[in-house]
């Protein structure tokens, strides 16, 4: 029976789970990170399509205010590129037809003028959410007891202004906004900034600049930093805790033991694990109301991006789907035309059962509609729902529906114990991202240095 010993056992080799052990390390403290999977970088995932031609199944983007990724990148020696966003986006709407940016803009200037004062109020009322508090806000009460969905038909919006706001929300907590607490969206918004940060309608905000050599560099260059206290394929099953150690239990026979144990995992697989003696009600309570978001991410490659030569940027918005957004994901150095198409909420619960060829002729239709019969040809193509994959069971995040932030909120992030938690849903500066997930890992791994170099100075 395999058994292992550290300061500090970690769980998850995500972006959280390897920024925690780094920092245990640089504490001069041991850390043993635990993977279920047989890879590491959780949420993370490139996959070659062909030889030097890799495409993001899983986090992709980094924006202008994500400080510690592009600190992290520096640090590690990780290149970053501007994202492509040169010319116009192609609508579909409530009937309109495709029309071009342009076009688009012009006859529906009134309803996105309605559009834009409500993202202007989502902002004022997300600057009363204490991120580190949500169910402290002045009104937490009231707005947690609603949906997003509900406040959304409130607003006396235009169906083309609603339905964009929809599409544009979905793509970032991954669900329909009917299902989630309007405290929740406030408190997303609050943690990235503003809503212009999160629902602009080009790759700006959260989605300006992507990783050379793909986004797997930084988890892989994070794990040659912690070498060899990393196990793979060893799912956690049982955690012993008392005040001051941990024993670990995994599939397989391993046993880890240690002083702290940090579970970097979303809350939803880290309530999956079984806790002796049992985890408090309100922690098991929370993480029964905290499930993971659907999305699939479906790539076609061609010989080259030949939209661009129509003037167009390889974004599309449209309600009609089976994708409601796309965009041009081509490398740079590389020749071929890269379009990633985005499923997400609803349709990656659809789509996302059927056979990959019906799922792959919609797709392609959706194309065709947009960017013309050259669309239909592409020399490659690959999908996958994070739903299906084991030790993940769904991206982009966890989402809070009515009334949890303001009857579990304060179990999140709190230690019980000698366990400590860190996910990017845990965050509190862009949760949900990978900005937030490192500093989630930071966050549990400081609180555990703190308590084992009690008379050592605080980390800076």
């Known amino acids: 029976m395999p058994r292992h010993e550290a300061d500090v056992v970690i769980v998850g080799a995500g972006i959280s789970g390897l920024i925690a052990a780094r920092t245990v390390l640089a504490a001069g403290l041991t850390p043993l990170i635990l993977e279920a999977d047989e890879r590491i970088g959780g949420r993370i995932l490139t996959e070659e399509v062909a030889p030097g031609l890799s495409v993001e199944l ?20 990780v290149q970053t590129y ?3 966003d040169q010319g116009e986006t192609s609508y579909d709407l409530v009937g309109s037809g495709v029309l071009r940016e342009n076009d688009f803009h012009a006859q529906f200037a009134d309803e996105l003028a309605a559009l834009e004062r409500v993202f202007r109020r989502l902002d004022e009322l997300a600057a009363e959410v204490p991120p580190e508090a949500p169910w402290l806000a002045p009104h937490a009460a009231e707005w947690d007891a609603i949906t997003a969905g509900a406040w959304y038909d409130a607003q006396g919006l ?25 405290l ?23 989605q300006t600049t992507r990783f050379l050599g793909g986004t797997a560099e930084i988890p892989n260059r994070l794990a040659a930093l912690i070498g060899d ?6 799912p956690v099953q049982l955690i012993e805790h008392t005040a001051d ?23 939803t697989l880290a309530g999956r694990i079984m806790y002796d003696p049992p985890l408090p009600g309100i922690r098991d309570q929370l993480t029964q109301r905290m499930p993971n978001a659907s999305a699939m991410k479906a790539f076609f490659v061609y010989d080259e991006p030949f939209w661009r030569a129509d003037g167009l940027n390889g974004q599309l918005i449209s309600d009609v789907g ?41 797709l392609t239709a959706e194309l065709v509609r947009h960017f013309g019969d050259r669309a239909a040809r592409p020399e490659f193509y690959i999908d996958g729902e994070w739903a299906d994959r084991q030790w993940t069971r769904g991206c982009y995040n966890a989402n809070l529906g009515p009334l949890v932030w303001t009857a579990y909120g304060p179990a999140l992030s709190a230690p019980i114990g000698a366990i400590h938690w860190a996910s990017t849903d845990t965050a509190t500066y862009w949760s949900a991202y990978m900005e937030g997930a490192v500093e989630a890992g930071e966050r549990a791994a400081r609180q555990v240095v703190e308590e084992l170099t009690a008379n050592a100075a605080p980390l800076p």
């Open 82 to 84: 501007p994202q492509y």
């Open 184 to 206: 929740h969206l406030l408190f997303t918004i609050q943690t990235c900034g503003v809503t212009s940060e999160l629902f602009a309608e080009s790759e700006g905000g959260a």
């Open 322 to 362: 089976p994708a409601r957004m796309s965009n041009d994901t081509c490398l740079p150095g590389d020749d071929h035309g890269v379009l990633l198409m985005f499923l997400e909420g609803e349709q990656a619960r659809t789509y996302g059962r059927l056979p990959v060829d019906e799922r792959r002729a919609a």
């Open 229 to 234: 206290q990393i196990v793979l394929e060893t």
């Open 245 to 267: 150690s941990v024993t670990v239990h995994c599939r397989g026979g391993v046993v880890a033991r240690g002083r702290r144990v940090i579970v970097a995992i979303s809350p």
């Open 158 to 182: 235009s169906p083309v202004a609603r339905t964009l706001l929809e599409i544009c929300t979905v793509g970032i907590l991954a669900v329909p906004t009917v299902e989630v607490s309007f």
């Open 58 to 77: 899983g986090a992709q983007w980094i924006g202008d205010t994500h400080h510690r990724m592009f600190a992290l990148a520096a640090e590690l020696g």
